[in-house]
């Protein structure tokens, strides 16, 4: 079930990103190569000047921060499940 909630997670996460990346090209903005870090500034240095673009994309950025804190909650939850498995340490 962890495996499967952790990879569910990652997919839309995934695809929340690349959504993102489509509607912005479309408004002839490129996201580019950034880091997971600078992803979110990164867009929102594109949209500045498009109020009504920054207004649909900021709900987005806000579910994608959500999203990657409790994928990261998973993934700790996996490699704790991992760590203390008598199975795996053997």
């Known amino acids: 079930m962890l495996l499967t909630s952790r990879k569910l997670v990652q997919r839309k996460l995934i ?6 990346r489509g509607t912005l090209r479309n408004f002839g903005l490129k996201v580019g190569v950034v880091s997971t870090a600078g992803y979110e500034a990164r867009v929102r240095h594109l949209v500045e000047g ?7 994309v900021e709900p987005l950025l806000t579910v994608g ?7 990261a909650t998973l993934q700790k939850k996996l490699l704790d ?8 340490s053997g």
């Open 81 to 88: 499940t991992v760590r203390h498995d008598q199975c795996a």
């Open 50 to 56: 498009f109020p009504r673009l920054a207004a649909i």
């Open 15 to 20: 695809d929340i990103e690349f959504d993102m």
């Open 65 to 71: 921060r959500v999203m990657r804190q409790q994928l």
